[in-house]
């Protein structure tokens, strides 16, 4: 059964860093386009940062440009969210999400994936 499943969340003070990490199994993460969004209370879901399955190429909302890095570790199935600089407004539940598709553009639009994991929560105290 495909499944990802997200870890790495916590509480941290504003300016902290925290590494959340997006593990697959059923299916091989590398060759999927695989995004993580982040839903805070009474707010929509919104797309954060995504990384193609072509090339590698990655995108970021501009809510997070600069602070947060999507990388990956093939031999762990694995993809992770390198957040810096932390802000209360950063404070969410993070999904990872994962998609079979091989497109140069990866998309951070939630309709474009098909396995979604728990989601781990994330405070960010000021």
């Known amino acids: 059964q495909a499944q990802v499943v997200e870890s790495g969340g916590g509480l941290v003070q504003s300016g902290s860093s925290l590494r959340l990490s997006c593990t697959a199994s059923?299916?091989?993460?590398?060759?999927?386009?695989v995004a993580w969004f982040r839903q805070a209370p009474g707010k929509e879901r919104e797309g954060v940062s995504c990384?193609?399955?072509?090339?590698?190429?990655?995108k970021y909302a501009d809510s997070v440009k600069g602070r947060f890095t999507i990388s990956g570790d093939k031999s762990k199935n694995t993809v992770y969210l390198q957040m810096n600089s932390l802000k209360p407004e950063d404070t969410a539940v993070y999904y990872c999400?994962?998609?079979?598709?091989?497109?140069?553009?990866?998309?951070?639009?939630?309709?474009?994936?098909?396995?979604w994991g728990q989601g781990t929560q994330v405070t960010v105290s000021s």
């Open positions: 999400a994962a998609a079979p598709r091989i497109e140069y553009l990866c998309s951070i639009e939630a309709p474009d994936y098909r396995h």
């Open positions: 059923g299916f091989t993460l590398d060759h999927y386009a």
């Open positions: 990384r193609s399955a072509a090339d590698g190429s990655r």
